[in-house]
């Protein structure tokens, strides 16, 4: 399983980016995907997770507190893709962005993945 994230870049205070991350490979079901995120001399958190119910509208999600209301994350279940929609963003959340998957590849087992950051610089 390979997850591809892409979306991030440089942008004003108070603009907005979207982030996204596809999944491919051997995937029997995602169970939850999301982002997390590191800033310089910070321990990598979590931005948000969106947990995947028997139907779309049944999904959990579960934000950090400096994102609420600002962030949104969606998935695409037919593609295996999770976006992240950040508005209003602000010089704090300048971080390497990092995709994340928990996915299950057979009926007894799951695995958690990690994609390649993608760095978003939001710049006063």
């Known amino acids: 399983v390979q997850l591809q994230a892409s979306g991030g870049g440089l942008v004003q205070a108070g603009g907005s980016l979207r982030l996204s991350c596809a999944a491919s490979?051997?995937?029997?079901?995602?169970?939850?995907m999301g982002w997390y995120r590191q800033a310089p001399g910070k321990q990598r958190e979590l931005v948000a997770v969106?947990?995947?119910?028997?139907?779309?509208?049944?999904?959990?999600?579960n934000y950090a507190d400096s994102v609420k209301g600002r962030f949104t994350i969606s998935r695409d279940n037919a593609k295996n893709t999770v976006y992240l929609q950040m508005n209003s963003l602000k010089p704090e959340d300048t971080a390497v962005y990092f995709c994340?998957?928990?996915?299950?590849?057979?009926?007894?087992?799951?695995?958690?993945?990690w994609g390649q950051g993608t760095l978003v610089t939001v710049s006063s």
């Open positions: 994340h998957a928990q996915i299950s590849d057979s009926p007894w087992d799951s695995h958690h993945y």
């Open positions: 490979g051997s995937i029997l079901r995602v169970n939850a």
């Open positions: 969106r947990t995947t119910g028997t139907m779309i509208t049944d999904d959990s999600t």
